[in-house]
């Protein structure tokens, strides 16, 4: 059974994002105990640490179950760490507008004439700290290709990719190398296949190849 690696964790927390900015702790302060301590009896560990720089997108994968994301939520509140990811703007409509905000939510306008990425690359650039976790896969069945809309963000926005990731084979939930994207796709999706390729999902064969569309284009063409 393996414990969190404390030490690790609070020495190399990541810059706190501005009180305006990052999603509101609140209540995960008291459930961060609790947090640690359930990952702990089932035998799950904490690996690494989230970078010390102010914006980035996590990717999260592989993805294949719901189990995913409570794990990360366990992980997010052990560490105390103020993740952002992406939800509709109807559900900011409302009673759940405050809690969503407070969880960290950033609301997409689907239907404007901007697309997703333009939004978030908007986003990056109104905020001085954001850490905006992205599942690519985008659905937790074999798919042909990862959405890549997690690349062209950190590309138009210019900040890193980190390569999260959550291993059942080794009951890790960790955070390895930052990713600067070059807008050479191939090359860098290369360095991303090589990184999750000794990562086990919970259901190994709901996971599809790690590759982009852009990379099935034949050279040259977008």
């Known amino acids: 059974m393996h414990g969190l690696e404390w030490k690790k964790v609070e020495v190399m927390a990541a810059a706190p994002l501005p009180i305006t900015d990052r999603p ?19 035998g799950w560990r904490i690996v690494g640490a989230p970078p010390p720089i102010p914006r980035y997108v996590v990717i999260a994968a592989p993805h294949t179950s719901n189990w ?7 992980a997010t509140t052990a560490l105390q760490y103020p993740l952002n990811f992406l939800m509709k703007d109807s559900l900011f409509r409302g009673p759940l507008g405050p809690v969503a905000r407070r969880l960290g939510g950033i609301a997409v306008d ?25 599942a690519p896969e985008g659905t937790r069945r074999p798919a ?6 997690f690349y062209h963000i950190a590309l138009q926005a210019g900040v890193p990719i980190v390569l999260g990731y959550i291993d059942y084979a080794r009951r890790e939930i960790g955070f390895g190398p930052v ?6 796709v191939r090359a860098d999706m290369d360095r991303v296949r090589a990184f999750y390729a000794d990562k086990i999902a919970r259901h190994p064969e709901r996971v599809g ?9 034949p050279s040259g063409k977008r």
Request: glycine share 6%; aromatic share 6%.
């Open 110 to 134: 689907r239907r404007r004439s901007a697309n997703t990425v333009e939004q978030i690359v908007a986003a990056f650039r109104q905020r001085e700290a954001m850490a905006l976790a992205i």
């Open 179 to 184: 990713l600067w994207p070059t807008g050479d």
């Open 68 to 74: 995913d994301g409570i794990l990360m939520l366990l």
């Open 209 to 217: 190849p790690i590759r982009l569309r852009e990379e099935l284009r």
């Open 144 to 149: 042909e290709c990862w959405r890549s809309g």
């Open 24 to 42: 509101r702790m609140g209540i995960r302060r008291f459930l961060r105990g609790p947090a640690r301590a359930i990952l702990y009896l089932a």
